[in-house]
Protein backbone atom coordinates (compact mmCIF):
# COMPACT_ATOMS: atom_id res chain seq x y z
CA UNK A 1 0.00 0.00 0.00
CA UNK A 2 1.22 3.42 -1.20
CA UNK A 3 1.45 6.41 2.29
CA UNK A 4 0.61 8.83 -0.46
CA UNK A 5 -1.27 11.37 1.90
CA UNK A 6 -4.75 12.37 0.96
CA UNK A 7 -4.85 16.27 0.00
CA UNK A 8 -8.26 17.68 -0.58
CA UNK A 9 -7.82 21.07 -0.99
CA UNK A 10 -11.53 22.06 -1.45
CA UNK A 11 -14.01 19.38 -0.17
CA UNK A 12 -17.73 20.83 -0.43
CA UNK A 13 -20.76 19.22 1.00
CA UNK A 14 -23.62 19.88 -0.16
CA UNK A 15 -26.70 19.49 2.36
CA UNK A 16 -30.19 19.85 2.13
CA UNK A 17 -31.00 21.83 5.54
CA UNK A 18 -28.62 24.30 6.86
CA UNK A 19 -27.97 21.91 9.82
CA UNK A 20 -24.69 20.17 9.23
CA UNK A 21 -22.63 18.06 11.32
CA UNK A 22 -19.06 17.21 10.78
CA UNK A 23 -16.06 15.12 12.45
CA UNK A 24 -13.67 15.06 9.99
CA UNK A 25 -13.42 12.77 6.85
CA UNK A 26 -11.67 10.30 8.66
CA UNK A 27 -13.40 11.18 12.33
CA UNK A 28 -10.46 13.09 13.40
CA UNK A 29 -12.36 15.88 14.84
CA UNK A 30 -14.92 16.36 17.80
CA UNK A 31 -18.48 16.45 16.05
CA UNK A 32 -19.57 19.38 15.50
CA UNK A 33 -22.56 21.10 13.94
CA UNK A 34 -23.19 24.08 12.35
CA UNK A 35 -26.01 25.91 10.67
CA UNK A 36 -25.57 26.94 6.72
CA UNK A 37 -26.30 30.81 6.25
CA UNK A 38 -29.08 31.70 3.56
CA UNK A 39 -27.31 31.73 0.44
CA UNK A 40 -23.99 30.97 1.42
CA UNK A 41 -21.33 28.16 3.03
CA UNK A 42 -19.79 27.16 6.11
CA UNK A 43 -16.38 25.99 6.31
CA UNK A 44 -15.60 23.79 9.18
CA UNK A 45 -12.93 25.45 11.54
CA UNK A 46 -10.81 21.72 12.10
CA UNK A 47 -10.73 20.15 9.03
CA UNK A 48 -12.10 23.36 6.17
CA UNK A 49 -14.42 21.17 4.74
CA UNK A 50 -17.41 23.57 3.14
CA UNK A 51 -20.86 23.08 3.25
CA UNK A 52 -23.12 24.61 1.33
CA UNK A 53 -26.81 24.59 0.90
CA UNK A 54 -28.15 22.28 -1.71
CA UNK A 55 -30.48 24.40 -3.56
CA UNK A 56 -33.93 23.15 -3.90
CA UNK A 57 -35.30 24.83 -6.69
CA UNK A 58 -38.98 24.66 -8.15
CA UNK A 59 -38.21 23.92 -11.35
CA UNK A 60 -36.13 21.33 -10.76
CA UNK A 61 -36.94 18.51 -13.03
CA UNK A 62 -35.59 15.85 -10.85
CA UNK A 63 -38.62 13.30 -9.81
CA UNK A 64 -39.75 12.66 -6.33
CA UNK A 65 -37.14 12.14 -4.04
CA UNK A 66 -39.03 10.34 -1.11
CA UNK A 67 -38.23 7.54 0.80
CA UNK A 68 -36.20 4.63 -0.25
ZN1 LIG B 1 -14.72 19.06 10.02
Known sequence: MSHRKKINP????YSKTDRVKCSGEDNDHPLVYYTIPAGG????GYCDIKF???ED???SDKT???CK
Open 41 to 44: EVVC
Open 10 to 13: ETII
Open 64 to 66: YDG
Open 52 to 54: RKE
Open 57 to 59: NEN
